[in-house]
């Protein structure tokens, strides 16, 4: 008994442009990480992946929720594309880059209003729950960005 299974013709296609566009948009979404990381870097005292590195956990904790903020802005930005991919990737683009922006001017405005010494948490050895806020706001920020979207 032999069964016969049938492809479409378009099959091949079809998963060659997913794998085109899981690279590209894997690649857009490490390029606005990065940019995010630098811009967090930029605007907080001390160099942050020295500070990641050295295993200090605020400086830690503090990046990983503005990377999680970010990816939810890109992950979003994805969703609403609806399968177009260059417009996929210019708005995941525009919009990530204007979430970084909003993301750390609200971040640093949140500091600057609780009085929260951001340089002297990211840098402290032990966990300083103050950080907790600087967390909450890079992914609250993040969420708020990402619905906006939408």
């Not at 990480?33 to 200090?56: C, E, H, S, W």
């Not at 970084?100 to 500091?111: D, F, G, H, K």
């Not at 032990?126 to 806020?133: K, Q, T, Y």
């Amino acid at each position: 008994m032999s069964v016969l299974v049938a492809i479409d013709a378009d099959y091949f296609s079809i998963i060659g442009r997913g794998i085109g566009a899981i690279v590209l948009y894997a690649l857009l979404g490490t390029l606005l990480l990065m940019i995010g990381f630098y811009a967090i870097d930029l605007t907080t005292p001390g160099k942050l992946n020295q500070m990641v590195r050295q295993g200090l956990p605020n400086a830690v904790a503090v990046t990983s929720a503005g990377m999680i903020s970010m990816a939810f802005i890109v992950v979003v930005a994805i969703f609403g594309s609806s399968g177009r991919l260059a417009e996929g990737l210019l708005a995941s683009l525009i919009f990530g880059l204007v979430g970084i922006v909003v993301q750390v001017a609200a971040v640093r405005l949140l500091e600057w209003i609780t009085g929260i010494r951001i340089g002297e948490v990211m840098t402290a050895e032990r966990f300083v729950p103050a950080s907790l806020v600087v967390c909450a706001a890079h992914i609250a920020i993040g969420l708020v960005v990402a619905v906006a979207i939408i």
